[in-house]
């Protein structure tokens, strides 16, 4: 049995690379699996209504693969039954092979009996929407009676509700959007057959996450590993042992999973934390190219607070609900990842074929060329044929990188 002082003792700095290469971060990406590559290796894109550069499951592959076409994307998620849309970090795209590692959740609504909306006769409601469904085939909240009764937003119709409870128990799936709108269908319809009658018990559907999620961050603590599909830190402990996922120790994490002051020139320090790691990580040095990009603050890379100020010292809050008085960094600023570090943010906006950064904020003046590196890909990838910076922390840098983004 290995003891805690035997255990695999790593680097923050090699802990930091691991969780870039897992994320599709370090190295050569597969352009060849493409998007839906991509999906199957994080597990989860994050959906979100905010769309400034694009909406953000567009940003995350942009990110790893580069300017890929935007209906491109679409079609990779969307099409060909691949995916569906559920809870997990949050309304999240899964790849379809995903689904019965879900059947934990669907059973705990179905135990819990509703949502927090309630219908005044569920029963009924729900019949009427699956007769619907099986007869006219995928529609959207509208075809189906209207997704509201005429008030705010969360003012929603019967018909609305019963088929959000039919989606959180599995009878109904989301496997497209339309102009941002959930495509209702039948599951029986929708997921193949080897995978809707695969029933898993929770333990095997926890255990199999817990393992998802260490793969997809490389190295992660117990709370990082809760994080990436909403899980209770107990679940994941009792899935741990038999997960794959191994025991490592990564200095400057913090007994507590905090950052600790210094990486004590790479050596492992007294202020190291228990974490654990997919194995296959572990097999090589992560090495590579570095991907220059703009970051949604929705990605998985950094979707975890705690986690992004512990592996790259970038405190980081998404402001666009944050009244406008009081944001310091803007309404979406993305941060700019470089040479596998955070060194800045962008509060980015178009205006007709200007990509605008009405705020900039760096770390380093050393990031001038990454960023504007980033800001001419980006504007490119949406159709922008010039970049104009607004508001820069340190206007000392303006005329390098106005040179940069002329060049």
Known sequence: MTTESQLLE???????????????????PDRRAGVRGMLRSLGSVQLDTISVLARSHELIP??????????????????????????SHAACILPVEEWPLFAFRRRHFLERGHRWHRMEDAERSSAEIVAKLRAEGPLTATDLGGAKKGGVWWDWSE?????????DTGVVVCAERRGWRRVYTLAEQAVPAELLNT?????????????????????????????YHRLKVEQVSAALPE????????????RNGGRANGHNGGRVAEN?????????ALAEEPRGRHRTTLLSPFDSLIWDRARTERVFGFTHRLEAYTPKDKRVHGYFAMPLLAGGKLVGRVDPAREKGTLVARQVS???PKAVEPLAAALREAAEWVGCDAVRVERLH?????????????A
Not at 18 to 28: D, K, M, P, S
Not at 62 to 80: I, K, N
Not at 159 to 167: F, G, P, R, T, Y
């Open 10 to 28: 790593l680097s923050a700095d090699q802990a930091r690379r691991i969780a870039l290469r897992a994320q599709g971060l370090l190295g050569v």
């Open 62 to 87: 942009y990110a790893r693969l580069g300017p890929v076409g935007r209906d491109a994307v679409e079609q990779a998620y969307w099409s060909g039954g691949r995916s569906f849309e559920y809870w």
């Open 159 to 167: 018909s609305k509700i019963a088929v959000e409870w039919l989606l």
């Open 199 to 227: 029933e898993l018990d929770d333990e095997a559907c926890l255990r199999q996450l817990v393992r998802q999620s260490g793969t997809a961050l490389g190295v992660a603590t117990e709370k990082d590993l809760a994080d």
């Open 243 to 254: 997960s794959g996922l191994v025991p490592v120790r990564v200095a400057g994490w913090g």
């Open 272 to 280: 190291s934390a228990l974490a654990w790691a997919d194995p296959a």
């Open 362 to 364: 760096l770390t380093t």
């Open 394 to 406: 340190d206007e000392s840098l303006r005329t390098p990188l106005e040179k940069l983004l002329a």
